[in-house]
């Protein structure tokens, strides 16, 4: 069985060949395709990784809104033509020629042709490629056999009790029970620090860099 870096690679590589069948292109070398989905691979986490760190910073890493998402795409340079900010903020107006310039490849003819190159024999019923695939080689119709792998669902065990704590049911909220205690923690020994020793003057001034140290510490 392939790894899941090749095994990934696989699958999106018939994702870039209809994205270059879709632009003119109907012919390539296996070097030049696998550069390609490289890149499509790098750039989609990328986007990603930027997406999640603008939702954390948001105050909301669980679910990404399309706010976060679209901070991301400016970020990676996919919403040009834009002015800088300071130039709209002096304009008084909002430079979206590059939202209005995405949203018009969104729903235009081009990102419709690549739709329904995806399309397997024509089956309209498949949104995409690997869905299409599946439900033909399937005798049933159904994904059942696909249950329990990578391209399936998986199976439904329940909470996942955490050993030595009978409250936490899950990974997530023994990362918020650690993120809480480390924080408490770090919350009284700053307390201690900032407390003014006998024979130093100035203790609080003094304390500001071993507090930003423990920030820094905390973050890391």
Known sequence: MASPPAFYHALLRPVVLQILRATGYYACRPAVLDTFTDLAARYLYMLAEKTANHAADNEHAELPSVV?????????????????LTDQ??????DTRGMDEFLAWFSGPRNKLIKDYAAVDGDPDATD???????????????????STILGKGNDQGDILVEGAEVLTSIESWERSVRGSSGDESDESNAREG???????????SSVGDRIADVEMELS
């Not at 690997?130 to 696909?146: P, Q, V």
């Open 68 to 84: 976060d998402l679209r901070m991301a795409l400016q970020d990676v340079a996919a919403l040009l033509p834009e002015r800088v």
């Open 129 to 147: 490629y690997l869905s299409a695939l599946k439900k033909k080689h399937s005798k049933t119709g159904e994904d059942s056999k696909y249950h």
């Open 89 to 94: 903020e002096y304009v008084g107006v909002e």
């Open 195 to 205: 407390e003014p020793e006998p024979g130093t003057p100035s203790s609080v001034l």
